[in-house]
């Protein structure tokens, strides 16, 4: 068998235990003779995953009870639109732009004719930090993408409004504890950091979706997923099942603090390769917002030949997914909580070896 370090921004590496499992599992799911892609939504064998995965988020994440788990489709992108459609209520909406997919929630927004204010943005210097943002108390809701995924950066503490904080945490949910007083709703695609794609993960306060325009289509309103705990039709069954084996998987880790720590190290240990290159390697993001998902650097000054050549050069040791976002060229590595420190470490003794034989 082969495996490759995967550094992939999305869909990205799971964890070897995790897949194995459901290869295991596979065929006879737990001794039910059929596997649990077979199975039925409304059987008893299914219902032990969905609720199971929802308890196990629930507990890791320390979600309180008057937040709804939903698991829906979509993708983050359908979030986009379904949060105005949801929590617009004709005022205004403020947003923070830090990249592009804050700018693609914005844009969503804007479709649908809503107030739109930014309130800060960074485009200014290619999104390389996460400006000083200050909402109002009184928006219908602000947002943020607490990492930016292709840029590389990351908020270190949620901004303060009294208004409902709308979070994008779809390359960084279950990697820190979350302060639930501070976020009213966070959205997530699945395939980042907590399994495949297929699963968008909805974390929301009740009291914020108990009243929705009857405008919005049924499969749109949170409610009508709040009220059908998820099952109001049929839900990405296998998906749930890997987010449940996930969830598992971090339990058995120790838990959101210890994954954490775990991933402070691995960060560390890139953007210390990175510093301690005498500017050969150059990060994008500003040493203050740096994201400890996605480590995004250049070659000297842009270098694009050096940087494709590093691409390769790791390719050939098995790693691969480093290839920079065309907006901010160079090297990505994404490391979520499924990146082993030794995949880091591999990464590291390359780039040392690449700047000794090109410097
Ligand atoms: C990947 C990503 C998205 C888009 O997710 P989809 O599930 O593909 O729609 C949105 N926001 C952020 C921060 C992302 O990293």
């Known amino acids: 068998m082969k495996r490759v370090v995967n550094f992939n921004a999305g869909p990205s590496t ?41 308890e196990k988020m629930r507990k890791l994440y320390a979600i309180p009870d008057d ?22 209520k004709g005022g205004v909406i403020e947003f923070a732009n830090t990249g592009a ?30 400006p000083d943002v200050h909402f109002s108390n009184e928006c219908d809701y602000a947002h943020i993408t607490s990492n930016n995924t292709i840029y590389g950066t990351q908020y270190r503490h949620f901004p303060e409004t009294k208004a409902p904080l709308v979070v994008d945490a779809s390359s960084d949910i279950f ?39 009857e405008e919005v289509p049924t499969m749109l309103r949170y409610k009508t997923h709040a009220d059908a705990n998820s099952l109001y039709n049929t839900p990405p069954t ?11 998987w971090l339990e058995e880790r120790g838990g959101i603090e210890a994954v954490q720590e775990y991933n402070e190290k691995k960060a560390a240990l890139l953007y210390d390769a990175i510093d301690n ?25 842009k270098d694009a030949e050096l940087e494709a050549k590093l691409v390769a050069f ?39 070896d690449f700047r000794k034989a090109n410097s």
């Open 314 to 352: 790791c390719e050939e040791r098995d790693m691969i997914g480093l290839k920079g976002h065309r907006s901010v060229g160079g090297l990505r590595a994404s490391i979520y909580n499924a990146m082993t420190i030794e995949g880091v470490e591999r990464l590291v003794d390359a780039m040392e």
């Open 101 to 130: 997919w804050s700018k693609k929630a914005i844009k969503e927004a804007e479709i649908q004719k809503c107030n739109v204010k930014v309130v800060a943005q960074s485009a200014g210097s290619n999104f390389d930090h996460i």
């Open 238 to 248: 296998f998906g749930i099942y890997m987010l449940s084996l996930m969830m598992e």
């Open 175 to 213: 990697s820190y504890s979350v302060d639930w007083s501070k976020v009213e709703l966070m959205y997530a695609g699945a395939q980042k950091n907590a399994g495949p794609s297929g699963v968008t993960i909805v974390i929301v306060k009740r009291s914020l979706i108990e009243e929705v325009s």
């Open 67 to 88: 937040y709804a788990v939903l698991l829906l489709q979509g993708g983050a992108s359908m979030q986009f639109a379904m949060v105005p459609m949801n929590l617009y």
């Open 277 to 301: 290159s005498n500017g050969f390697y150059i990060g994008h993001a500003r040493k203050q917002d740096r994201s400890l998902m996605n480590v995004t650097f250049n070659i000297r000054n």
């Open 14 to 54: 799971l964890p070897l235990s995790v897949l194995e499992k459901a290869q295991r599992e596979l065929i006879d799911f737990r001794g039910h003779g059929l596997s649990i892609m077979e199975a039925s939504h409304r059987s008893k064998m299914y219902d032990e995953v969905h609720n199971g995965a929802i």
